[in-house]
Structure formats: C-alpha cells, structure tokens
Nanobody, 115 residues
Framework: QVQLVESGGGLVQPGGSLRLSCAASGIKFSIYTMGWFRQAPGKQREWVARITRAGFLVYADSVKGRFTVSRDNAKNTVNLQMNSLSLEDTALYYC?????????WGQGTQVTVSS
C-alpha cells in the first residue's frame, strides 16, 4: 500500500520561504518520477513541479525560478524548497508520483502566505 506523508507547511509572510518534505513508502521510490501538487481554496488541484528518476526537473510557469524540487532516493523523500512566496501560493500541498497514483493521495500540508 502506497503511503505519502507531507510535512513542513505553515504560515509565512509574503516574500518568505518554506521547505516541504514528503516521505514515501510502499513503492519502489527510486524508479518513479515524483511530483508536487497543490490545491487552493475553491480551485482544482494543480501540478507544481516534478523530478524524474534521473533528477531532471520540470516546473509550472507560476513557480519557475522560485521553487526547487529535490529527492533523496536513499531516504525515499522528495522535497520542495519554496522561496519568494506570494499570496497566490496559499494552498494545500501534496506529493505523489507523476502521473499521480489516484489512490495514494496523502493528507497534504497547508501553506498559508499572509501578512
């Protein structure tokens, strides 16, 4: 059974930074492309960033240059460093494989950007 546990969210002022982490179990982590997704209030969940098994990085235009995704295959973790946060980044953030395993969504971690 796949389990994904996100952590690291919180309340931050505009311009601030946060680092999210996701611990995966129940999958052969190293062979998967891993992604970060987010869902803002009243909006559909959207893809934010992904990292392939080889470490190739792809970002949504809305976060390019501000967010950095990384992974540690030895620890089965994927991280999202978020800098220069804006109000529009407020959302519940999730990790999953990319494309996502529909039954594997975790609880997410809340990121709130507010002054």
């Amino acid at each position: 059974q796949v389990q994904l546990v996100e952590s690291g969210g919180g309340l931050v002022q505009p311009g601030g930074s946060l680092r999210l982490s996701c611990a995966a179990s129940g999958i052969k982590f190293s062979i998967y492309t891993m992604g970060w997704f987010r869902q803002a209030p009243g909006k559909q969940r959207e893809w934010v960033a992904r990292i392939t098994r080889a470490g190739f990085l792809v970002y949504a235009d809305s976060v390019k240059g501000r967010f950095t995704v990384s992974r540690d295959n030895a620890k089965n973790t994927v991280n999202l460093q978020m800098n220069s946060l804006s109000l529009e980044d407020t959302a519940l953030y999730y990790c999953n494989t990319y494309p996502p395993i529909t039954t594997a969504w975790g609880q997410g971690t809340q990121v709130t950007v507010s002054s």
